[in-house]
């Protein structure tokens, strides 16, 4: 187990790189959905 110093707090990230984050997240969604409906025209499952 890898333990941390004491009394050290990560840096927050900035709100830029969060919101990208989330937009990244978005984005994923919606392309395991297209993957999802892709699969299931051939017969994949779903």
Do not use: C, D, W
């Not at 830029?16 to 969604?29: I, T």
Request: hydrophobic share 35%.
């Amino acid at each position: 187990m890898i333990s941390s110093p004491k009394n050290t707090s990560a840096p927050s990230a900035p709100p830029r790189l969060v919101a990208e984050l989330h937009a990244q997240f978005a984005e994923s969604a919606k392309l395991e959905q297209a993957i999802k409906a892709n699969l299931r025209g051939p017969g994949y499952g779903g």
